[in-house]
């Protein structure tokens, strides 16, 4: 099955958004064995959108509109879609109910624009959009499917994959395909390269393998397309066997798996309990954690201290320590890690103390050094780190995901 | 002037990359007075390139394509140039002196692939490239003008900055631009447009308007092209005077602020203090705070209290409240609010307790109900929210967000 996508926004076309649902989009159907020919950002006018509409509807079997659903009047979309199909808009009772029932529970008054959403092409079927107020819109013509959603990125993908890919995978214009993202921590991406060039060499035909890189985890998918779901699924698995012989110890989970969410699970088997000390990471290691669902069973919680006196007040560093060593250094971490693991009764505890930049480096201390502190039942262990690049954001996101692979290693007991 | 990009490359089509070349393209062509009017990206294959490059042709003043110069043999663009521009490869010297110039600088040996980047087509004008072996080309036909440049990002903004837009403003193709994006919160989309539909009707000719939405914030961008970039910028802010007195008290900022940013400089200015308490957005609310530059001079930190007995312990909540109350409650939110102000010792602080889901609701307390007490000099305030949607990461955002926006207003005393 061939398919275009087409991103529609004038913010697109100034650069102000990068187009992600484009690329997400791709990423769904490619998986789904739907071909993506062709993408196209156009404004919010209507001539450019018929254009590319005109154009897809003679290249391709299906095709995936987002944006310009909107109640404002930027928003043309669903006019032209009526031109184009030659149909009219008219009022549809159950989506005014349902966009009636989220203003209810808001607690928000309506207004006349949103009383608007409800009006809908009459040739198209409506998909129900349980994230928002305008629904998705679903058409046919000439054996090509239209299929038209919002460009808010999460009602996008719900609308995506759980109203727009089933219905394909129902009408049988999807094949079966067999995927799996093998995630991996602590080794560079070249470096993974190269342990596994021979078991590269060696896949099967018709195993495509990509790596998908981001900071501090490499994702490795493999997928697999064909007729038989549980033949394919079964090739690629018996591929991910071999790969874990040549890389044990690298592999922390799978698919959608998180580093929190993983140690978390390792907390919950063993019951036990873990709190965070946190400086330059500033409340995003807790983030980390707190974000996968049921972490209060094992995370009782956390102090962020942005100052000297904080971290002696809060978390029992000597002033001394400060003093003598400065607050990124192993003694300051190590105290802060103690003092966080006394204070709060918990089994286990991370601190991170560093220089996440842009200011306040050092010759000494570069932007990018971190101390993390990680202590166990009985152990205590501190690790400098100095990553490259003034990038704050970047600086916290790697101290974060290294503090919790120490944690990950500590209940491993490999640390 | 009008123009059309053109990404080249499997890697877009499948989403295992997104375009943020496109996006940097649009930006910079944008700020030079050059008008976006299409972006399309199509395979690494001869005919997709072709008919895009023939409808781009056809509408647009300037086409910039890029991708799909590397040596490898899965790029071509060239040969598909060649057959566009009906000229063909020839061995170009200079091009080549350049080449093995920077092999011998890196001391790598150079393979036949690289010969074969000093293959040109007769037609064009080469744009040497600093920063790479592939050079830009540049053709002119039935006075519209072709760039194409190399896909790696330095490479690329290396060219458009230093090679493609002075040659255009060279021949006078370039026009001013004025853009600016109000940034409000606290007010939904609809009820924001209802608000301005006079001011909208009544924009002067020129003056183009969008919403841009997003969970809490909604952005107008407000942009006009012209020939006098004075000119064009003094409609722009007459205009945007205008919006303020429509919507006093929504807007927070201007085109890149953000609301941690904003509230942040508030305090520095007025040389105060924060301090943060966290329940259900878990350490998020002090990730905001600490993402912004310099915030060290006024966050002296925060507590994620994630059981009753830390509440207690470290933020001094009464067992009574927390028993007769529930965790998620005004009481608990004001006492913890309360506590982390005075143990951290600052002017101003903010709590929040509630249930992010996706679970822990009860009929009463369904998920997304939250508490969110904000404190300052002389003052404390606590509100209750009900935020739709079980979906936890959503949740912990508005949560987070609100707080900002309530600490934000008790600063400029609108509590």
């Not at 060499?201 to 501090?216: C, K, T």
């Not at 790697?398 to 290693?409: E, G, K, N, V």
Request: one cysteine or more; glycine letters at 8%; proline letters at 5%.
């Amino acid at each position: 099955m061939k398919a275009e996508i087409i991103t529609i926004g004038d913010e697109l076309l100034i650069g102000q958004v990068v187009d992600t649902n484009a690329a997400w989009i791709a990423r769904e159907c490619n998986l789904a064995g739907i071909e993506i020919c062709r993408i196209t950002s156009v404004p919010d006018s209507r001539q450019p959108i018929l254009e590319a509409l005109v154009h897809a509807g003679e290249h391709a079997d299906l095709v995936i509109l987002t944006g310009g659903l909107g109640p404002t009047r930027d928003d043309r979309t669903k006019k032209v879609l009526c031109g184009y199909f030659d149909t009219r808009l008219v009022f549809h009772q159950p989506t005014f109910e349902e966009i009636k029932e989220r203003f209810k529970q808001r607690n928000i008054a309506m207004t006349p624009l949103n009383r608007n959403q409800a009006l809908i092409p009459e040739a198209c079927t409506v998909l129900p959009n349980k994230m928002g107020t305008a629904p998705g819109l679903w058409f046919e013509k000439n054996n090509t499917v239209f299929v038209a959603v919002p460009g808010v990125p999460y009602e996008m993908k719900y609308l995506i994959t759980e109203q727009v890919l089933p219905r394909l995978r129902e009408k049988g214009k999807t094949k079966a395909i067999y995927h799996r993202t093998v995630l991996t921590q602590g080794i560079a991406e070249s470096v993974l390269a190269e342990k596994l060039e021979e078991w590269e060499d060696n896949l099967p035909e018709g195993v495509r393998m990509a790596y998908l890189p981001s900071p501090l985890v490499v994702r490795l998918r493999l997928s697999m397309v064909g007729e038989d779901l549980q033949r394919v699924k079964k090739v690629v698995e018996e591929e991910i066997r071999k790969l874990m012989k040549y890389i044990p110890g690298y592999i922390f989970g799978y698919d959608e798996d998180q580093l929190a969410g993983v140690t978390g699970r390792m907390l919950a088997e063993k019951n036990q309990t873990l709190a965070v000390a946190e400086s330059c990471t500033g409340g995003y290691l807790s983030h980390l954690i707190t974000s996968i669902p049921g972490s209060s069973v094992y995370f009782k919680g956390s102090v962020t201290a942005y100052t000297n006196t904080i971290k002696q007040d809060l978390l029992g560093v000597r002033k001394e320590s400060l003093e003598t060593f400065g607050a990124v250094s192993r003694q300051v971490a190590e105290e802060m890690v103690m003092g966080v693991k006394e204070r709060f009764k918990v089994d286990y505890a991370v601190a991170t103390t560093g220089i996440a930049g842009p200011g306040g480096g050092t010759p000494e201390k570069p932007i990018g050094t971190v101390w993390i502190a990680v202590a166990g039942p009985g152990k205590r262990y501190a690790y400098n780190y100095v990553f490259a690049g003034d990038e704050r954001e970047r600086n916290i996101i790697r101290s974060s995901q290294t503090a919790l692979q120490l944690l990950r290693r500590m209940i491993l007991k490999e640390l």
